[in-house]
């Protein structure tokens, strides 16, 4: 999901580099708050743009999100 050069800065300030540090931490992250649920209603809409599976989808909240 990331690029080898990723960088990421965590919210308690250290900064994890490259797949090899940062799939771990997140990994870590989604087993420690798995109770944690984030609902979107989605919607493909049509812009001319698309991603690597053919699709661009809008999370819809309070306000629009492009994914």
């Not at 800065?9 to 109770?35: H, L, V, W």
């Not at 698309?50 to 999100?65: F, M, P, V």
Request: with cysteine.
């Amino acid at each position: 999901m990331f690029s080898e050069n990723a960088i990421i800065e965590a919210n308690d300030g250290n900064t994890y580099s490259g797949r090899e540090e940062i799939n771990p931490f997140f990994e870590k992250f989604f087993n420690k708050n798995s109770e944690l649920k984030h609902l979107w209603d989605t919607k493909e809409i049509a812009d001319d743009l698309c991603r690597q599976i053919g699709r661009l989808y809008a999370a819809e909240k309070l306000e629009s999100t492009l994914l």
